[in-house]
């Protein structure tokens, strides 16, 4: 349940109850704290790393940046113009990052409409995992309501999640009453995960016992053994670990199997379907389900939207018979290297991570900070740059939670004074209509 916001006044030195659009968990029991001196907002309520470090980048005042051409300042009129230019002159255009809300979605569709976009998320490959594994076989997820109050066991794949989601286990319940007895396994160490520490956590925590398992061979060895125990086959020198966590999950009530897409190697799509098998597998005769993270600055909802616009994900492209998906040949970074793409939008409203190296137009709508790195790489040239305000800071929104089932609602901390993605990119899709009638004339 969403905790209720007041926006409060910059400047004020006061406190308002917020949601955190910086990871796909999207906790709702924070706070941010709005100093008096207008110097960076702070975390309250929670001692999250990656929260801490997101809020750092914006102050209790409004942004006062600017559109720029090719490096130089211009107004939003301007700068609409030149964008639209280059997206209605490109003949195949490329939508990149996407790091947006459900209204920025819903107008980038129009656009991508409008130009014959490819359309892939930053985190292109890491959907495509979990995707092409439902795609092919369908699966059993769980929520974090009954990640909460119904399971009894967790294994954790490739590491503990609390290294990129830190919030993690507390949204999970972890030394809450809720369950009697819970047990946690972390198979394989993440990279950072320092794992006597997080068993020490775990362990001290109420009704939690936890376990690390190592590898046996690498990730996917070591799933395809599980899943071979979990089917009562015989396995010749199997590690006892693994026998034993198999025997755990027939004996669970309600056992849930989380995995990282975003940390998974290549061709991980084959071991989120291993995963699938082994919750297929407990399925018949107790209850389990799998539990995936990714997701993040946007991409599960634009990846959401698209599919309920179109009735296709991410990796599509509008072409002149209608809808293609094909999550291989749509690779943005691929079309980049390819030289397949004559102009790149990019869209990052959450965080201002260096764009991808390319020698061709640009229109990048996102975060202020964006403007630094085109500045600091010299890659200002040939670009159009407009900044947006952060859906959860300067505007409100709404952001799909990582378990797919929640619309969480974003308020504003402040009023901006930046236009949102959704406003710039449906008078960007308006101003390029306006030029293809005008050529076609």
């Not at 002159?89 to 569709?109: E, I, N, W």
């Not at 989120?272 to 297929?280: D, P, S």
Request: aromatic fraction near 6%; proline fraction near 5%.
């Amino acid at each position: 349940m969403s905790a209720s916001v007041s926006t409060a006044t910059s400047g004020s030195g006061s406190d308002t109850a917020w949601t955190c659009p910086f990871c796909p968990l999207l906790c709702d029991s924070f706070q941010v704290a709005i100093p008096a001196d207008q110097a960076a907002l702070a975390l309250r309520g929670s001692d999250c790393p990656r929260a801490g470090r997101a809020l750092q980048r914006f102050s209790g005042a409004p942004s006062v940046a600017s559109a720029q051409i090719d490096g130089k300042s211009c107004d939003l009129d301007s700068a609409v113009a030149a964008a639209a230019q280059v997206l209605a002159t490109s003949r195949q255009p490329l939508f990149g990052g996407l790091g947006t809300d459900v209204a920025g979605a819903r107008a980038l569709y129009r656009l991508a409409c409008e130009t014959g976009a490819i359309c892939d998320a930053a985190q292109g490959d890491a959907l495509m995992h979990g995707l092409r594994a439902l795609q092919d076989r369908g699966q059993f997820t769980s929520t974090f309501a009954e990640l909460r109050t119904r399971a009894d066991l967790i294994v954790c794949l490739g590491g503990s999640p609390a290294v990129q989601h830190p919030e993690f286990f507390r949204r999970c319940g972890v030394g809450e009453d809720l369950v009697g007895a819970r047990h946690i396994v972390l198979v394989g160490a993440a990279v950072g995960d320092d794992v006597p520490a997080t068993l020490a956590k775990l362990n001290g925590a109420r009704g939690v016992t936890a376990e690390a398992i190592d590898l046996h061979g690498d990730l996917f060895d070591t799933a395809a053994m599980l899943a071979a125990l979990v089917a009562n086959h015989a396995v010749s020198a199997a590690p006892a670990a693994l026998v034993a966590l198999a025997r755990r999950l027939h004996a669970a009530q309600y056992a849930v199997i989380v995995w990282q897409n975003p940390e998974l190697p290549a061709h991980g799509a084959l071991l989120v379907e291993t995963v699938n098998h082994i919750v297929g597998l407990l399925n018949r005769s107790t209850r389990a389900a799998g539990f995936p993270l990714g997701g993040g600055n946007g991409a599960a909802t634009v990846n959401q939207v698209f599919s309920w616009l179109s009735g296709l994900p991410l990796r599509s492209r509008v072409g002149p018979t209608g809808i293609e998906h094909e999550p291989l040949c749509f690779d943005a970074r691929r079309l980049l290297a390819d030289g397949a793409a004559d102009a790149l939008l990019w869209l990052s409203s959450f965080n201002a991570d260096a764009l991808p190296s390319a020698a061709l137009p640009r229109v990048v709508i996102g975060h202020p900070d964006l403007m630094q790195h085109l500045s600091a790489s010299g890659a200002g040239h040939r670009t159009v740059f407009i900044p947006v305000s952060t859906p959860g800071i300067g505007s409100s929104g709404h952001l799909f939670r990582a378990d797919g089932v929640v619309l969480m609602p974003l308020d504003a901390v402040y009023a901006d004074t930046l236009p949102t993605a959704a406003s710039v990119i449906w008078r960007l899709t308006s101003a390029v209509a306006a030029l293809k009638q005008e050529a076609a004339a």
